[in-house]
T-cell receptor
Framework: GQNIDQPTEMTATEGAIVQINCTYQ??????LFWYQQHAGEAPTFLSYNVLDGLEEKGRFSSFLSRSKGYSYLLLKELQMKDSASYLC??????????????FGRGTSLIVHP | EAQVTQNPRYLITVTGKKLTVTCSQN?????MSWYRQDPGLGLRQIYYSMNVEVTDKGDVPEGYKVSRKEKRNFPLILESPSPNQTSLYFC?????????????FGPGTRLTVT
């Protein structure tokens, strides 16, 4: 089976930097995604990591360490609109050519002035 | 505009009354899937489809059926809904079922079964 852990809730101040961690235990790992989900809306893709290291995309960066089963999403220069839930999703379990994604429970980030 | 659409967006129904939630994508994606999202449990996959006429169970398939007769459509069928199927449902699609492809999600269907 697969197990994905991320903090339930985090708070941060506008303009600051926040790091959201995700740890996972899985067999057949083949990539980790981060999605952003605003309340009542659909998840939207933020980043994808399959190799170790840091992927930077504007204010958002994502890091992966496969040996440690660990990833983080780094958000810089926080804005109020960044208040959302951040979902970590691991691709593993190859079945008939498809990797079944497993989502963590999400981290609710609250950005305050 | 590239998108995934779902209908209805909101539905209140009674136990045992069959219902279908439609999902359609206009991106010519091969891979489509259905998720349910419940407080404290996150997104859980119900069924997925690698391509036309190819469907398979996800983590929580009990009480649901799907079909994939056309590439663009992937309806979710609840033959006899029960209150424990009250949830927020998302349809998603990606270019292929391989690991590197991001998923595009529909706007969600909030279902209440009384």
């Amino acid at each position: 089976g697969q197990n994905i852990d991320q903090p339930t809730e985090m708070t941060a101040t506008e303009g600051a930097i926040v790091q959201i961690n995700c740890t996972y235990q899985t067999s057949g790992f083949n990539g980790l995604f981060w999605y952003q989900q605003h309340a009542g809306e659909a998840p939207t893709f933020l980043s994808y990591n399959v190799l170790d290291g840091l992927e930077e995309k504007g204010r958002f960066s994502s890091f992966l360490s496969r040996s440690k089963g660990y990833s983080y999403l780094l958000l810089k220069e926080l804005q109020m609109k960044d208040s959302a839930s951040y979902l970590c999703a691991v691709r593993a379990a190859l079945i008939r050519g498809s990797y079944i994604p497993t989502f963590g429970r999400g981290t609710s980030l609250i950005v305050h002035p | 505009e590239a998108q995934v659409t779902q209908n209805p967006r909101y539905l209140i129904t009674v136990t045992g009354k069959k219902l279908t939630v439609t999902c359609s994508q206009n991106m010519n994606h091969e891979y489509m899937s259905w998720y349910r999202q419940d407080p404290g449990l996150g997104l859980r996959q119900i069924y997925y489809s690698m391509n036309v006429e190819v469907t398979d169970k996800g983590d929580v398939p009990e009480g649901y059926k799907v079909s994939r007769k056309e590439k663009r459509n992937f309806p979710l069928i609840l033959e006899s809904p029960s209150p424990n199927q009250t949830s927020l449902y998302f349809c998603a699609s990606s270019l292929k079922g391989g690991a590197i492809y991001e998923q595009y999600f529909g706007p969600g269907t909030r279902l209440t079964v009384t």
